[in-house]
């Protein structure tokens, strides 16, 4: 297992507490900054929209009942790139959202990190560390 993520702000959203933990246990072990968990949708918009500084988010497309669309837009609007995390199948995801990656569950750690190394590299901004 190496560093591959380095540098890398990922944010995690999921409502299932053993996937989204596993999910920043893969990620740190990876190199990577672990934003969240994040389980409801009201907490994941309002972080989604925040001034913090997203790479990219592994999103499940379900939480607690609710789709999480409405974070994915916060997201994409700021520059995010998104991976879904999901049990359905690719033809079930809006398809206003087919720019965004799309890792299967159950996963694998080297498809979450095939994932999130296919994200485009962004400039952060000067003022952010």
Same mark, same amino acid.
């Given at each position: 297992m190496g560093m591959e993520l380095t540098g890398k702000a990922v944010m995690v959203i999921e409502d299932d507490y053993v996937i989204a933990q596993s999910l920043v246990v893969l990620l740190r072990s990876a190199g990577a900054n672990a934003i969240g968990p994040f389980g409801w949708l009201d907490e994941a918009i309002r %972080? *989604?929209?925040s001034d913090a500084y997203i790479d990219a988010a592994l999103v499940d497309v379900n939480l607690h009942g609710e &789709?999480? &669309? +409405? *974070?994915?837009? #916060?997201?994409? #609007? =700021? @520059? *995010? %790139?998104?991976?879904?995390?999901? @049990? &359905? #199948? =690719?033809?079930?995801?809006? +398809? *206003? &959202?087919?720019s965004c990656t799309i890792c299967t569950k159950p996963f694998r750690r080297a498809d979450v990190v095939e994932a999130l190394l296919s994200v485009p590299g962004r400039q952060r901004p000067a003022h952010v560390s």
């Open positions: %972080h *989604a929209a &789709y999480s &669309y +409405p *974070a994915v837009d #916060a997201l994409l #609007a =700021r @520059g *995010a %790139h998104v991976v879904f995390m999901t @049990g &359905y #199948a =690719r033809d079930s995801i809006k +398809p *206003a &959202y087919s």
